[in-house]
């Protein structure tokens, strides 16, 4: 089975600080691993994904993530915030089924709030 | 970007009752996906659709759930009779591709309180 884990319910940082969200995930498999965003009553949006090769993936404004096996973490990052950063950052991994489509299982959210 | 549409964004029933929960997908998207939030706790997995079947469901994804997607219309998810431990908020997703790596695209979702 797999699960993900992201140990922060909430961050609030200021705007134009750094932030990174933590997610560690456990699967015996090779992982594929998503951040999704989820801004007020909007469905969830793709920030960027990982399959192999390259740790670190570029995703859409100005967030990255780097992956590692040996920690199993797949931590988010952007450099510089912006108070429309604020909305809740789910880590999901997709595993191997059995049948068509695939299945996502998410991690719990973390809900970051950007202070002006 | 493509956009998936839940309807209604929040139902309110009774107990025992019926509700059918109906989900715009991307227009060419070919599998279909919902997901079940309840409050506090991690989205979950119930079931996914491709070519008019069930390919994999959860053991959220009780008898009383039903899906289906007629006619190339709404895809749907139905409950009858609903319980008080169907309160959640209910996501759908739709994809172009199976496989583990495509991109599901999310509705806002359709919060779902049984009374």
């Known amino acids: 089975a797999q699960s993900v884990t992201q140990p922060d319910a909430r961050v609030t940082v200021s705007e134009g600080a750094s932030l990174q969200l933590r997610c560690k995930y456990s699967?015996?498999?090779?992982?594929?691993l998503f951040w999704y965003v989820q801004y007020p009553r909007q469905g969830l949006q793709l920030l960027l994904k990982?399959?192999?090769?390259?740790?670190v993936v570029q995703g859409v404004n100005g967030f990255e993530a780097e992956f590692s096996k040996s920690n199993s973490s797949f931590h988010l990052r952007k450099a510089s915030v912006h108070w429309s950063d604020s909305a809740v950052y789910f880590c999901?991994?997709?595993?191997?089924?059995?049948?068509?489509?695939?299945?996502?299982?998410f991690g719990i959210g973390t809900r970051v709030l950007v202070r002006p | 970007g493509p956009k998936v549409l839940q309807i209604p964004s929040h139902q309110i029933i009774d107990m025992g009752q019926m509700v059918t929960l109906n989900c715009d997908p991307v227009?060419?998207?070919?599998?279909f996906y919902w997901y079940k939030q309840i409050l506090g706790q991690q989205m979950e997995f119930l079931v996914n659709?491709?070519?008019?079947?069930?390919?994999?469901k959860s053991k959220l994804f009780k008898d009383q759930f039903s899906v289906e997607r007629p006619d190339g219309s709404y895809f749907t998810l139905k409950i009858q009779p609903t319980a008080l431990e169907d309160s959640a908020v209910y996501f759908c997703?739709?994809?172009?591709?199976?496989?583990?790596?495509?991109?599901?695209?999310f509705g806002p979702g359709t919060r779902l309180t049984v009374l």
């Open positions: 990982y399959y192999s090769g390259d740790p």
């Open positions: 999901v991994l997709s595993a191997l089924t059995n049948s068509a489509g695939n299945k996502l299982t």
């Open positions: 699967y015996s498999g090779t992982p594929y």
């Open positions: 997703a739709s994809s172009l591709y199976g496989g583990t790596y495509a991109e599901q695209f």
């Open positions: 227009s060419n998207h070919l599998y």
């Open positions: 659709f491709y070519n008019g079947k069930v390919m994999e």
